[in-house]
């Protein structure tokens, strides 16, 4: 088998192009050993800051592509990282779950319960409340704390259809304290793309992206000039005008179609 491009480095969107939920896209282990055995680099991407890089790792590894926590980068990781060269060890609330909190305070944040802060922090979140918005209003309000978040998706891909994703979050966030979110550091951010080639070692020119989402991972590429394959197992229907607007150098059913004899 041979790979349809010949970049060397290579980031894989997660949700929606190498698996559903707990179900493996059909061929991605395939795909994936065959780039592993050509010597091409690897990277998984994601904007879901639901769990670690070392859950990502496990999952993949369960699902038949083995992976360590090093192979996988997530809005999480990127976040703190940002934040911490732009306020370290800043006091912030977060609207995040416990994955998010945990890559914060391993980046030395002192992470509050209200609105005593410098930054509110919004994440992809299925706890997000009322009690959630009314500290960040309050956290602007008095404490004039900045916005940041991790990703902007509008749903996320599962089995069986999409569920709300960030942007759901930061609209709310916005809407009520009337201050805009400063730096969104997922795809299609540069901020993300700098962390992943650096873990590649490669420019944006040697790699590509492989995803299901127009308005992140192709545009991510497009912008910053990496190749471009698009995949119609998530979220993107291959009906979708938008597809023309953007154009992907591949647009292909699923990443098994990488492969080529």
Not at 21 to 36: C, H, M, S, V
Not at 51 to 60: G, H, I, N, S, V
Not at 94 to 101: H, N, Q, S
Not at 154 to 179: F, K, S
């Amino acid at each position: 088998m041979k790979i349809r491009l010949p970049q060397r480095g290579w980031l894989f969107d997660l949700d929606g192009t190498i698996y559903l939920g707990e179900r493996l896209i059909r061929g991605a282990d395939e795909a994936i050993a065959a780039l592993r055995a050509d010597n091409r680099r690897i990277v998984f991407l994601s904007n879901k800051p639901l769990e670690t890089r070392a859950d990502y790792a496990r999952k993949l590894t369960r699902l038949g592509i083995p992976a360590a926590a090093d192979d996988v980068l997530n809005s999480s990781l990127v976040l703190a990282r940002h934040l911490a060269r732009l306020d370290p060890g800043a006091p912030v609330f977060a609207i995040g779950e416990p994955p998010l909190v945990a890559e914060l305070t391993a980046h030395g944040f002192e992470v509050r319960p209200d609105h005593h802060v410098r930054w509110v922090v919004i994440a992809f979140d299925r706890t997000f409340d009322y009690a959630k918005l009314n500290v960040a209003l309050q956290a602007v309000r008095r404490s004039n704390a900045r916005l940041i978040a991790t990703n902007p998706d509008r749903t996320c891909p599962v089995e069986g259809g999409e569920i709300p994703d960030c942007a759901g979050m930061i609209a709310a966030v916005e809407a009520v304290t009337g201050r805009t979110v400063e730096a969104i550091v997922g795809k299609p951010s540069p901020i993300i793309l700098e962390v992943a080639l650096a873990a590649l070692g490669l420019d944006a020119r040697d790699a590509v992206i492989v995803g299901d989402r127009l308005e992140t991972d192709m545009t991510m590429g497009k912008r910053l000039g990496l190749a471009t394959v698009l995949v119609l197992t998530g979220v993107t229907a291959a009906s979708d005008p938008a597809i023309a607007e953007v154009a992907p150098d591949l647009v292909l059913p699923s990443v098994r179609e990488l492969l080529i004899s």
